[in-house]
């Protein structure tokens, strides 16, 4: 965008990765949902496309905002007009530095894990975002102990009855082959590049998005399909080696096969975890699938951002951090305006796409002195995905985030093949989750942005023998 703005200045894209994310088939699907692949390019496609970028490979040591300077790992240094910040997240690890303990949100760890699986015969997943559903839908083959700290599967991206009408998929023994879906898709290509040196776990690689999974050869070494135990409403209290667990002198359990289970396992396992409801289970590796942390580190020494409670740069509506002419965008920043009533952060691939893009435009605007109105994007918080091969669509105050008890909530649900719930406030739509073919994405976008008061239709609004989209088109 920067470049398309600018087209006789020079412009850098300093990155630690070899290779960019490039968007493509974009797709606007409507107002503000859209869709879109994200594939793994050579940088050199880039700068063929724009002859005034430039790729610079390399990590950011350290930033002196002061003198405009870059410090890159590799001795050189930049100085730049304007800075945006683009640097992402990192994953959360539940505990650092432990062989066992594997983070997933690139590419790289992804693979990790995938070497992993051949020969594991139970893992626990800890985690309840969408790579943790993603992943515990994909594995076959390998017990699962699934831990989460919330009443229900899937929190981030849905409530307890959406979790309901999911959870049937999980236990299905036999897997239908996907359907081809309409929606966004990252493949990871190219990626035995040789001679490449093998990912540590500090290296950032680039986030994954909801399809990661896709090509990834997903099997343990068990010949059952499916065994999926969930663990609810518990943390990871401790983990313990093999040698620690023996001395420690407890029991663990096997794999429960009914409600009341609790055998005590006979098999050593290279790693025990211990949950805060008492449990210890055994594995051959835990997976953290923990959400991430905005990747701050290079930036802030001797640098004096605002940063916000999550860890990421604070910034205003026209994407500044608190220093002049830096910027930042995606996950590595913290929205510190005060965001439209059904606009809410979350740090996804669209999001990411949408700031970046509006960042260029803020940084054009202010490098030739005009004003610029906030982007139509941040008026209404919404997100197209796939969970368990259905498609998923969240809108606004899906989960009404922020409202307290001051909502009420209806449902439409036909087991198997759709799940439709609204959140009303004062008579008027403000959020939805759509799982299945629905085709009400467009009808509730509209009815929560003009905000049309629908006390009138009470529970008819959902009825399906009325075709809401027709009576609203």
Known sequence: QLAAEFPSEDILLITASPVIKAVTNFKQVSKTLEEFDVEEQPSSLLEKRYPNIRVIQSGVKQLKSGEHKIYTEDGKEYIYEKLCLCAGAKPKLIVEGNPYVLGIRDTDSAQA???????????????????????????QGCEVIWAIKDKAIGNTFFDAGAAEFLIPKLTAESRETPIEC??????????????????????????????????LHLKGTKEFSHKVHIE?????????????????????????????????????????????????????????????????????DGNNFAVGEDGGLRVDKHMHTSLP???????????????????????????????GWYAAKCMAADALGESIDMDFSFELFAHITKFFNYKVVV??????????????????????????????????????????????EETFENLILNQMDLSAYGEDLLNPDIDIEDYFD
């Open 325 to 355: 002419d830096v910027y930042a965008a995606g996950d590595i920043c913290t929205a510190a305006w005060e965001p439209s009533p059904a606009w809410h952060q979350m740090r996804l691939w669209t999001q990411a796409r949408q700031m």
């Open 232 to 300: 609810i409403l518990c943390e990871v209290k401790k983990i313990h080696l093999q040698q620690e667990f023996i001395q420690l002198q407890q029991t663990s359990l096997t794999f429960p096969k009914g409600e009341k289970n609790v055998e005590p396992d006979e098999v050593l396992w290279p790693v025990y975890v211990e949950l805060t409801n008492g449990k210890i289970y055994g594995c051959n590796f835990i997976v953290s699938a923990t959400g991430v942390v905005p990747n701050v580190e290079p930036f802030l």
């Open 395 to 440: 809108l606004g105050k899906y989960n009404a985030q922020g409202l307290g008890s001051d909502h009420e909530l209806m449902l439409r649900c036909t087991k198997g093949h759709e799940y439709v719930k609204v959140v009303m406030h004062n008579g008027r739509m403000v959020g939805a989750v759509l799982i299945g073919e629905t085709d009400l």
């Open 182 to 215: 309409k929606r966004t898709k990252y493949t990871v290509e190219g990626s035995e590049e040789k001679g490449r040196p093998p990912a540590a776990s500090d290296k950032l690689g680039s986030a994954l998005g909801p399809d990661w999974h896709e090509g």
């Open 113 to 139: 894990f995938q070497k992993n699986l051949a020969q594991a015969e139970r893992i626990v997943v800890v985690g309840n975002g969408g790579i943790a559903l993603e992943l515990v839908y994909e594995i």
